[in-house]
Each structure stands twice: as structure tokens, then as C-alpha cells.
């Protein structure tokens, strides 16, 4: 309770009975309280194509490290599969996520290429290609998270945070594979300040 200048108390809080009395009545509901700001089958919805969008990067990062050639790709080899590892963690995150909000995680290839943002890319072998195409798709998800974290913005915190996070990894990744790409071709790509 909070006191208002006039001395009388102010709730600043749902009752403790009340909310005892919701949570009792929800049970169905699991983690989905009936403060919820959003559509939860649009939050999923919309989950689960970043969900996608995370798989594809997985694979095509794992190729990538894999398939990568030449005198001058250990690096960027140890580089993809870092990513892939990391792109693993925000699948993982984000598929909790929806089972959070009673919704199951859609992990079945078939469609995957339609319900993801980002691309698998050629698989050409050359290792400039390979960098240029993981820089594209990192491009492509920061973009699709910072749309996400607009969307969910207040009515969804807990999902606005996890998307922030993965934002902030997604750049993170963008950054590493433009100074691969500077040092694989010798220029930089963008313009510095």
C-alpha cells in the first residue's frame, strides 16, 4: 500500500485474495495469466518464426564450418561454429518461450524455408561467399528482432527481454562477420565515422 498525500492508503497492487483466487481458477492457463497484454496464438504465431528463422541459421553456420576451405579458413571455421552454437541457444530460448505461452515449438523442417526470415544461402564453397551470406542473414534477423521487440514491447516483457538479448547477439554476430569480410577482401564494406 502506498499513502497518498491526504494520509488514506492506496493500492498499488491486485489484492493478495484476488490474485490467489485467479491463479486458482487459470490453473489451465499455466505461465498465461489473465494480464497477458497480447494474443497468445499471435505471440506464438510470431515465435515461431523466429524460432524457424534461429534453425536455419543453425544449419547453415554448421555447414559453413564445416565446408569451409582453404590456407585462410580455420578462423572463420571456429568463428561459424561459435555461431552456431549460439544460434542454437536462441532456438532453444525461443522454443521455450513458446511453450511457455501453451504453445508447442514447430522444430519439423517441413515449411521451415517459408516460416524463417533469414536464408540457407547457395552453399557456395568460396569462404568470402560463405561470410557475405551469413552477414546477410544476420542483417535480415536484427531487423526481424527489432520489429519483435517493438511488437511485444510492454504488453509481453518477458518475451520483449529475451529478444532484446538475442538482438544484441544477432549485432554482435553482424559486426564479426563484417570484419571477416574486411579482412578476407582487404576493404571495408561499410564507411567508418
Not at 559453413?64 to 544460434?87: D, L, M, Q
Amino acid at each position: 500500500m502506498a499513502t497518498q498525500k491526504n494520509g488514506t492508503k492506496q493500492p498499488f497492487l491486485t489484492d493478495i485474495t484476488e490474485l490467489r483466487n485467479r491463479a486458482r481458477k487459470q490453473i489451465e492457463n499455466g505461465a498465461v495469466t489473465s494480464d497477458y497484454g497480447l494474443d497468445p496464438k499471435q505471440a506464438i504465431e510470431l515465435l515461431q518464426g523466429a524460432l524457424a528463422t534461429e534453425i536455419v541459421c543453425v544449419l547453415r553456420y554448421t555447414m559453413h564450418s564445416i565446408a569451409a576451405t582453404g590456407i585462410a579458413s580455420e578462423g572463420p571455421k571456429e568463428e561459424f561454429a561459435e555461431h552456431a552454437k549460439e544460434e542454437h541457444g536462441h532456438m532453444e530460448r525461443i522454443a521455450e518461450r513458446i511453450n511457455q505461452l501453451g504453445g508447442t515449438p514447430n522444430l519439423n523442417p517441413k515449411g521451415l524455408e517459408t516460416r524463417a526470415a533469414s536464408e540457407y544461402g547457395k552453399g557456395d564453397p568460396n569462404l568470402v561467399e560463405m561470410i557475405k551470406e551469413n552477414l546477410i542473414a544476420e542483417r535480415i534477423a536484427i531487423e526481424h528482432y527489432r520489429e519483435l521487440v517493438q511488437f511485444f514491447g510492454s504488453k509481453d516483457p518477458t518475451t520483449r527481454t529475451m529478444l532484446e538479448d538475442i538482438l544484441a547477439n544477432e549485432e554482435e554476430h553482424a559486426n564479426d562477420m563484417h570484419d571477416l569480410l574486411v579482412a578476407h577482401e582487404g576493404r571495408p564494406m561499410l564507411p567508418r565515422n
